[in-house]
């Protein structure tokens, strides 16, 4: 069974970094793709947002929000997902989840399309 475990998250001041990472555990699939999402306060699942994933090639695609200035990767030796985050906003504090799913042909930004998640690791950015 698939299990992921977010790490590394807390309180920054805007214009700071962090890096978050996701340890990931009983994962089998051949093919997949693996993402990070966020949830602000105030809004509701239905609402999160993509923020970042690595596709099946293993290339980045991010969100507009945050090109150029987060930094998605993983440890394939070890099994850690990444999140390097650069010049944060107020706008980027949310709840950051990291997401997997057994894919075959293409990924998205789409937090529907993936169906094991994290708790959740809490970022926040303040002025």
């Known amino acids: 069974q698939v299990q992921l475990v977010e790490s590394g998250g807390g309180s920054v001041q805007s214009g700071g970094s962090l890096r978050i990472s996701c340890a990931i555990s009983?994962?089998?699939?051949?093919?997949?793709?693996m993402g990070w999402f966020r949830q602000a306060p105030g809004k509701t699942r239905n609402e999160r947002e993509g923020v970042a994933y690595m596709d099946l090639e293993e290339s980045p695609t991010y969100a507009d929000s945050v090109k150029g200035r987060f930094t998605i990767s993983q440890d394939s030796a070890k099994n850690i997902l990444y999140l390097q985050m650069n010049s944060l906003q107020t706008g980027d504090t949310a709840v950051y989840y990291c997401a997997l799913v057994r894919k075959y042909d293409y990924c998205s930004l789409n937090w529907f399309e993936y169906n094991h998640y994290g708790q959740g690791t809490q970022v926040t950015v303040s002025s």
């Open positions: 009983g994962n089998t699939y051949r093919r997949y793709c």
